[in-house]
Nanobody, 122 residues
Framework: EAQLVESGGGLVQAGDSLRLSCAAS????????IAWFRQAPGKQREQVSY????????HYADFVKGRFTISSDNAKDTVYLQMNNLKPEDTAVYYC???????????????WGKGTLVTVSS
């Protein structure tokens, strides 16, 4: 059974950095992609970034390009999200999920961790 555990959230000030971790187990890590989503209070969950562990391909939402970097440590079955220059609007619970990434799209399974809260004060 696939399991994902997020960590690394916290309370920071605008302009600060955080690194989130997503530890995966229960599946062959390098066969799948891992995505980060976030959900702010009163808003829908939105995709932030993903990485295809097969080939290292990455993708970012426009609102984080240039500030966030996703990376993967295949030896540890862990994906990281380095978040720099954080803004108050980045405040949300951040979740990771697993799925299949192809050349035309990415499909995410309904498997989620419990999330990690990021709060950015102004």
């Amino acid at each position: 059974e696939a399991q994902l555990v997020e960590s690394g959230g916290g309370l920071v000030q605008a302009g600060d950095s955080l690194r989130l971790s997503c530890a995966a187990s229960g599946f062959t890590f390098t066969d799948y992609g891992i995505a980060w989503f976030r959900q702010a209070p009163g808003k829908q969950r939105e995709q932030v970034s993903y990485i295809n562990n097969k080939d290292g391909e990455t993708h970012y939402a426009d609102f984080v390009k240039g500030r966030f970097t996703i990376s993967s440590d295949n030896a540890k079955d862990t994906v990281y999200l380095q978040m720099n220059n954080l803004k108050p609007e980045d405040t949300a619970v951040y979740y990771c999920t697993v799925g299949v990434v192809t050349s035309v799209d990415a499909t995410w399974f309904d498997t989620w961790g419990k999330g990690t809260l990021v709060t950015v004060s102004s």
